[in-house]
């Protein structure tokens, strides 16, 4: 029987179901902790057990509203440090500001890196994330960082949907290694849409490279956010053809009216992971199916305690 004698398992506010489902993966409880707001604004921060000399790991992806959520992980981090504890790991399932990883145009910021930083400095010693928008985003640290990938969890839930007759469609050129990767272990063929953004949150579908006539279509991407670029992105795969559009993506951020966009569209089904709190009414939209990264981040946080590989999970 496996034992955690030295582990302890947090939660912010973030995503707390997730967070309660890891702690169930490992057969522990999440240890006790008070993270409220006070009337300003303000976070506070209390510890209310003992973790000096614990292995400490604090599950919070900087999810909206992200600077709330990132002050609520750097706070708790600075709590732990200062409680003796004696290793941190911030599990960050979802990193916010992932996608200002680099500078675009003149006098602009890499708030990526801002981030890590950030986290270096409140006292983290180590960070696990999943599917960063960018990889490069590990090298910002100067902490060991374990990058997990939720590949595993989404390609079943694609295989119920697309057998033969299914091709895997990258949404923009940035996209296709992943959209490759996916296409390559469900023995399909690859499409990739060439589009061009506009502003943040913008973009417009140019034309179709690959052939989706009579297949089901399955766009793969990292993030979902208004759907605005995913539900155009449909549309301009049945107008090629395709019998069925799904999608599929690691971090479910669905901002505005993302999920009337979703509905709106010639979508079949929007698969999406655990790794952001849905709101209710993303949560409740007939298209959205959520499945849980639960026992992934568990199984990592498991060998990350004991010292084991965690490459070698996805090998």
Not at 135 to 155: A, E, K, R, T
Request: with cysteine; aromatic share 6%.
């Amino acid at each position: 029987m496996q034992t955690f004698k030295n582990m302890k398992l947090f939660s912010g506010n973030a995503n707390r179901l997730l967070a309660e489902a890891i702690g169930k993966a490992l057969g522990i409880p999440l240890g006790e902790c008070e993270v409220k707001q006070f009337s300003d604004g303000e976070t506070w921060v209390e510890i209310k057990e003992n973790v000096r000399g614990m292995d400490v790991f604090v599950i919070q992806p900087t999810s909206a509203p992200a600077n709330h959520h990132m002050m609520e992980l750097l706070i708790m981090i600075d709590a732990f440090k200062r409680a003796s504890a004696d290793r941190i790991t911030a599990v960050m399932p979802y990193y916010g500001y992932a996608r200002q990883e680099r500078k675009v145009q003149p006098r602009t910021p890499i708030s990526a890196k801002l981030v890590a930083d950030l986290l270096t400095a409140a006292g983290a010693n180590r960070i696990l994330s999943m599917d960063l928008h960018a990889g490069q985003i590990q090298g910002f640290f100067n902490i060991p960082f374990d990058h997990l990938y939720s590949m595993p969890v989404l390609l079943d839930a694609i295989r119920e949907v697309v057998q033969t007759d299914g091709v895997v469609v990258a949404p923009d050129a940035g996209g296709a290694e992943r959209a490759r990767a996916f296409a390559k272990r469900l023995g399909c063929p690859l499409a990739m849409i060439d589009k061009r953004r506009s502003a943040p949150n913008v973009s417009e579908v140019m034309h179709l490279i690959g052939d989706v006539q009579g297949r089901r279509a399955v766009i793969v991407d990292d993030i979902i956010d208004t759907a605005g670029t995913l539900s155009q992105a449909a549309a301009a795969l049945k107008k090629e053809g395709a019998t069925a559009v799904f999608a599929c993506c690691a971090h479910g951020v669905f901002s505005g009216k993302a999920a009337e966009t979703i509905m709106a569209s010639p979508l079949e089904q929007v698969i999406v992971t655990d790794t952001i709190a849905l709101r209710r009414e993303v949560a409740t939209c007939k298209k959205v199916l959520v499945r849980s990264v639960a026992p992934i981040l568990a199984e990592a946080i498991r060998r990350i305690y004991q010292s084991d590989s965690v490459s070698s999970l996805f090998v």
